[in-house]
T-cell receptor, first 111, second 116 residues
Framework: GNSVTQMEGPVTLSEEAFLTINCTYTATGYPSLFWYVQYPGEGLQLLLKATKADDKGSNKGFEATYRKETTSFHLEKGSVQVSDSAVYFCALYNAGNMLTFGGGTRLMVKP | GAVVSQHPSRVICKSGTSVKIECRSLDFQATTMFWYRQFPKKSLMLMATSNEGSKATYEQGVEKDKFLINHASLTLSTLTVTSAHPEDSSFYIC????????????FGAGTRLSVL
């Protein structure tokens, strides 16, 4: 079956630090991969996506590259801001209409 | 992007009462909507998938008689928590996709249910 594993948090960084949140997946075929962000007290927002191997999704300074050889989709940002503090979810879609989510990683950015 | 509105954002109710949560797609027709439950500091747990005009498909372990889902139109799905108890307190989130060929889910802002 499908599964998504992401690093446990919380991840605490100082403002302007480099961010990496690891995400690996298990799936048959060729899934699409997503990062969602959840700000405190809110629902999930789609942050970025990649639909095939070697695609790079990017948005708001965040990037993630679909690596089929390592079954990974790590999220990166070169310089985080306090406003990036949130919970980040890696997810995959593989046929049907359901998303499989990772456990979420809480990011806390301190001024 | 597509907007999904969820209402109410927060509800507090007494044990034994029923609570209805609405999920609306504002600028697109949602052929499929999903209902999730999120426990504190945990990931989302899919409760059910609902397609317009048909019965919802519940995930294993989710009581269909307790969590009634209605998807009467292409822009509205409702989740009713019947005879709510404190253990039903949680954050409920809906999502929707536009069209059968689409797979991108757009999420509502969530409803925090507190049962006293």
């Amino acid at each position: 079956g499908n599964s998504v594993t992401q690093m446990e948090g919380p991840v605490t960084l100082s403002e302007e630090a480099f961010l990496t949140i690891n995400c690996t997946y298990t799936a048959t075929g060729y899934p699409s991969l997503f990062w969602y962000v959840q700000y405190p007290g809110e629902g999930l927002q789609l942050l970025l996506k990649a639909t095939k191997a070697d695609d790079k999704g990017s948005n708001k300074g965040f990037e993630a590259t679909y690596r089929k050889e390592t079954t990974s989709f790590h999220l990166e940002k070169g310089s985080v801001q306090v406003s990036d503090s949130a919970v980040y979810f890696c997810a995959l879609y593989n046929a049907g209409n359901m998303l499989t989510f990772g456990g979420g990683t809480r990011l806390m950015v301190k001024p | 992007g597509a907007v999904v509105s969820q209402h109410p954002s927060r509800v507090i109710c007494k044990s034994g009462t029923s609570v209805k949560i609405e999920c609306r797609s504002l600028d697109f027709q949602a052929t499929t909507m999903f209902w999730y439950r999120q426990f504190p500091k945990k990931s989302l747990m899919l409760m059910a998938t609902s397609n317009e005009g048909s019965k919802a498909t519940y995930e294993q372990g989710v009581e269909k008689d307790k969590f009634l889902i209605n998807h009467a139109s292409l822009t509205l799905s409702t989740l009713t928590v019947t005879s709510a108890h404190p253990e039903d307190s949680s954050f409920y989130i809906c999502s929707a996709i536009a069209g059968r060929a689409s797979y991108i889910q757009y999420f509502g802002a969530g409803t925090r249910l507190s049962v006293l």
